[in-house]
Each structure stands twice: as structure tokens, then as C-alpha cells.
């Protein structure tokens, strides 16, 4: 079956993610339920292996560049499904992000306050927080350092580097010269460039243009960089609201609005995620769409998405809004 683009999807995830080609996702949301009694389909029998199903079909349809965020609201869940992914997925782990839900704008606020400051309860700091646990395919320490093997085989300062100096006939230890290391010995660094266990800054590519009398290496620096980081996975800093919360790992989100869900996630809260982890056009998945957040951001930030739900009054609620969602201007 062909899977429709922009559309609710009524069904089971794992019945209907089989239907999506390998790789062809750039980011998946999930928020799946968190088995604790909620309604009848928040009570999953064998809860962890289920979840191990559904993490192998993320990691299947999930492309090597891409990103996943997973929400939960319990900490001795998290750290089990964490194992899970480490154990039994590909998935590597990035960050452990905390959502506040305590915010001036929740119409609840007042209530909120005075529930935390009873009083002789014992809450135990417990309160209005949920966790989002954010995964990719890569690993890496920052722009110099890339291990993963995706990126080596294709990245392109060393393909690049490799055709040009046999082009010029120069060898390694010709071009290593001109990076003495501090005691003036030979350095390992054009080894390095050219089996793309790092990357060549621009002060070094130009160095070596100069040197080849400006015959060789005549791509422009940041042409080959915007390549290597079409490879790796997106994180838009640049491209997101400028508050510094947007950027931080701990969120500061009222809960979602009314809407005939019993919990419903902030539309401005999922289209951060998607701001940061995609560009426009690509991609999104989200196999438990419930009143289609999801999908509703993705409209709102001109991305693609793939929205499956199962229960049929949640299908439409996620239906209207997103027939009533509009692109917004950014």
C-alpha cells in the first residue's frame, strides 16, 4: 500500500509503518501511551517489548540523518526504555530534556501553586514535569571529530582532498609538512582528512590552495561544508526562536489545550522540535498522532508528516485541525 502524505491515518502504527519505505523519514515524534490507565487504550500488556517493536520500526523508516524524540512521564520507564534503545536499536542517545509545565499561561496556574505548597503533603517535588529523551543515528564530539559510518564514506573534503592531490601529484607527507606539530614532527592530520575521521578546517584548505599555486582545490570551502552537513543530522539552532529556553534542556511549556484528548501536547512545544531536528519539505512521523499535534506543527512549519492514530474519534479531532492549520510565515 502506498502511504499518503499529510493525511490522519486511521490504524495500528505497527501494522501501518510497515508501509513505509526504509529511510524515507527525517524525524519521528513519538508519544506513545504511557501505560498508565489513562483511558483503555493507555493499559499495553508486555509495555516495554511492545515498545522494542515499535523502536525497531522508527529505526527501519528513520533515515540515517535523522532524529527522534520520544516523551514519557515516568523516570523508572524512561531509564528501562533507555536500556532498550541502547540494548536492542541503533539509536544513539543526545539529550534528556525536562518539560515544566508550571507556566503563567496555563489557565491552571493558580491551582498548580497552591497544590506544590500544601502544607504537610508529602509530594516529594513532585508536579506538573514530563521528560523527552532525544536520539540520533550519530555519534559524534563536534565538527572535527566524525566516527560514524555513514558520514566517512561519504564525506565529501575526503573524496575531495583524495582526487585532488593525486591530481597534483603530492603526497601526504607533503601536505602534513605544512602543519608541523608543536615540537615540529609530522602530524597524522592529512591521514586523518582523507579517511574522513576529521575534517579540514577552511584557514587549512586555503593554506594548501595557496600552496598548490591556487591550481588545485578550486571548490569554495563552504560548498563542500554545506555537503558534509547535509549528511550529518540537522540541529537548527540558527533557525529557531531566538529564547534561550527554546535551546536548553529543560522546556518551559503550559500543557497542551482542551480538545476532546485527554493529553495533548503544546503545539508550540512539538513545533520547537521540528524547527531544530528538520528544514522545510522534509518528512515527519508521529505513529501515535492522538488529536494531531503533530501534525498540526508540521503544517505550521511547512513540513511533510505521517500521522497514524487508532482510535477513530481521535482521527478526527486531528482531522479538523489540521484542515484548519495554517502555514506560518518564519
Request: hydrophobic residues 35%; charged residues 25%; proline residues 4%.
Amino acid at each position: 500500500m502506498q502511504i499518503e502524505l499529510n493525511k490522519i491515518i486511521l490504524g495500528d502504527c505497527l501494522d501501518v509503518m510497515k508501509d513505509i519505505p526504509d529511510k524515507s523519514v527525517d524525524l519521528v515524534i513519538l508519544d506513545p501511551p504511557y501505560n498508565i490507565g489513562k483511558d483503555t487504550w493507555d493499559k499495553i500488556d508486555n509495555y516495554q517489548a511492545w515498545l522494542v517493536y515499535v523502536f525497531k520500526e522508527c529505526e527501519r523508516v528513520l533515515s540515517p540523518a535523522g532524529s527522534m524524540y520520544l516523551f514519557h512521564n515516568k523516570i523508572h520507564v524512561i531509564f528501562q526504555i533507555m536500556e532498550n534503545l541502547k540494548n536492542k536499536t541503533g539509536f544513539i542517545f543526545k539529550q534528556f530534556v525536562t518539560w515544566c509545565k508550571i507556566d503563567e499561561a496555563f489557565q491552571n496556574n493558580g491551582y498548580v501553586k497552591q497544590r506544590l505548597s500544601i502544607d504537610m503533603m508529602r509530594n516529594y517535588y513532585g508536579g506538573f514535569t514530563e521528560y523527552c529523551i532525544y536520539y540520533t543515528f550519530q555519534d559524534e564530539t563536534g565538527l572535527e571529530a566524525i566516527t560514524d559510518e555513514y558520514i566517512k564514506p561519504k564525506n565529501p573534503f575526503s573524496i575531495y582532498l583524495k582526487a585532488e592531490f593525486e591530481k597534483a601529484g603530492i603526497t601526504n607527507r607533503e601536505i602534513a609538512s605544512l602543519f608541523p606539530s608543536k615540537t615540529g614532527g609530522m602530524t597524522g592530520c592529512v591521514s586523518n582528512w582523507i579517511n574522513g575521521d576529521n575534517v579540514i578546517t577552511e584557514t587549512q584548505y586555503l593554506k594548501i590552495r595557496h600552496f598548490l599555486n591556487g591550481e588545485y582545490l578550486r571548490k569554495e570551502y563552504e560548498y563542500l561544508r554545506k555537503e558534509y552537513e547535509d549528511l550529518r543530522y540537522k540541529f537548527n539552532v540558527q533557525t529557531v526562536n531566538g529564547d534561550v529556553y527554546c535551546n536548553s534542556n529543560v522546556w518551559f511549556y503550559p500543557p497542551g489545550q482542551s480538545n476532546g484528548h485527554l493529553t495533548p501536547k503544546p503545539v508550540t512545544m512539538i513545533e520547537n522540535i521540528i524547527r531544530h531536528s528538520t528544514n522545510k519539505k522534509d518528512l515527519i512521523l508521529d505513529p501515535f498522532a492522538g488529536s494531531g499535534t503533530s501534525a498540526e506543527a508540521a503544517v505550521n512549519t511547512h513540513r511533510n508528516f505521517i500521522a497514524i492514530e487508532k482510535e477513530p474519534k481521535y482521527v478526527e479531532i486531528a482531522k479538523r485541525r489540521v484542515a484548519n492549520a495554517q502555514p506560518q510565515l518564519f
